[in-house]
């Protein structure tokens, strides 16, 4: 089946400190890959996404994310991280073939807190 | 501002009672999702519409129905429903494009079931 991990659950940070979160997913072939932020209360919200070209993605509030193919690896980052970012930060994918649009399989999400 | 909008944000409901959840949207899109996501667990899509045409996932019980009148519009009808099916209730909408398109979730409807 297909899947997606996030390899941490909670990730609690100092303001200032660089972050990295990592998302790896089981698909072979074309795929779609997404970051998704839900900030305390809020829908989730698009941070970035990959569908082809340059595999490093610059998404907004200075998120980036590198697209490794031959690791299966999504991992997103910021390299310095604010109390604003608190929230819940999900990697999807949405796996090869068929239509543009369609099913998204999530990781689990990690929560991240910055303290200030 | 174009948004998908949920009514209820919290629906609680008796064991058995039929329930039904709300989506709107005023993006025009195409695709119309709803996803489970129980405590502590990743968003499972339960079914997709495009357009007219509903697209049920293989897991997804029968207890679970949708509806969708109009582009605008999509229902998530849970016809008994269990302990086991409390959880938030996710809408999302997207719009077929070359390439690959995103999904834009609406706030959720989280469902208790007593």
């Known amino acids: 089946a297909q899947s997606v991990s996030q390899h941490n659950h909670h990730v609690i940070l100092s303001e200032a400190a660089s972050l990295e979160l990592g998302c790896n997913y089981s698909?072979?072939?074309?795929?779609?890959l997404f970051w998704y932020v839900q900030y305390p209360g809020q829908h989730l919200q698009l941070l970035l996404k990959?569908?082809?070209?340059?595999?490093l993605v610059k998404g907004i509030k200075g998120f980036e994310a590198e697209f490794i193919k031959s690791k299966f690896s999504f991992n997103l980052r910021k390299p310095s991280v604010q109390w604003s970012d608190t929230a819940e930060y999900f990697c999807a994918v949405k796996g090869p073939g068929g239509t543009s649009y369609g099913k998204l399989t999530f990781g689990q999400g990690t929560i991240l807190t910055v303290h200030p | 501002d174009a948004m998908v909008i949920q009514n209820p944000r919290y629906q609680v409901t008796q064991f058995g009672k039929p329930v039904t959840l709300s989506c709107s949207q005023t993006?025009?899109?195409?695709?119309m999702y709803w996803y489970q996501q129980k405590s502590s667990q990743a968003p499972k899509l339960l079914f997709h519409?495009?357009?007219?045409?509903?697209?049920n996932e293989a897991d997804t019980p029968d207890n679970f129905q949708s509806r969708r009148p109009n582009t605008s519009f999509c229902f998530l009808d849970i016809r008994s429903p269990g302990l086991g099916d409390a959880a938030m209730y996710l809408c999302?909408?997207?719009?077929?494009?070359?390439?690959?398109?995103?999904?834009?979730f609406g706030p959720g409807t989280r469902l208790t079931v007593t």
């Open positions: 999302a909408t997207s719009e077929p494009g070359t390439g690959g398109t995103e999904q834009y």
């Open positions: 519409y495009y357009d007219k045409d509903f697209n």
């Open positions: 698909y072979g072939g074309t795929v779609n």
């Open positions: 990959y569908f082809s070209g340059d595999p």
């Open positions: 993006l025009n899109h195409n695709v």
